[in-house]
């Protein structure tokens, strides 16, 4: 016999960043297979701890995470950014992360931690929302776009050739 599981989307806390690392490094690996651009460096999960604690305590930021059976099976954070003073719309959000682990994908969990964002979005007088994802990631690009996001921007990269010195 199987017992139902619920699974309850709420503001992280502290106490929580132990379970939101190892999703973090679940969402990097996902991405660096994809795109080596995303390799963490040595010491990355310290810093991305420490970055995730100090969102968590920001009033521009919203940090939520999904919970089955007292166990993290996702998260998402996002903040409000300003815009550069000549646009009319000041504020946007931005979706910085979105997790959930690979056991719980494809079961509604990342569409509620969104739908969750974007409501405290609202809550806080913000209109518009914006998410970047790496064009190589056609999953999240599919994601993204079934949640409503449609692209407005591309962003381009050149990497520079660094030359030795003359001597």
């Known amino acids: 016999m199987s ?8 503001l992280a806390r502290p106490g929580d960043v132990a379970q939101i690392v190892p999703l973090w490094r679940e969402l990097m690996e996902f991405h660096r297979l994809r795109d080596p651009f995303f390799t963490p460096r040595p010491g990355g999960e310290n810093e991305f701890a420490g970055f995730l604690t100090k969102n968590m305590a920001d009033s521009k930021c919203c940090v939520l995470v999904a919970e089955q059976n007292g166990r993290i099976i996702g998260y998402t954070q996002g903040m409000i950014e300003k815009y550069p003073p000549v646009l009319q719309l000041a504020q946007y959000g931005h979706v910085m992360d979105l997790a959930v682990t690979e056991q719980r994908r494809r079961t509604g969990v990342g569409r509620r931690l969104v739908a969750d964002l974007l409501r405290w979005f609202e809550a806080k007088g913000v209109v518009r929302t914006e998410v970047r994802m790496s064009v190589k990631n ?30």
């Open 138 to 167: 056609d999953i999240s690009m599919r994601f993204w776009q079934s949640m409503g996001f449609r692209p407005y921007l591309q962003t381009s990269f050149r990497t520079i050739e660094v030359s030795q010195p003359r001597s």
């Open 3 to 10: 017992q139902e599981t619920t699974t309850c989307v709420r």
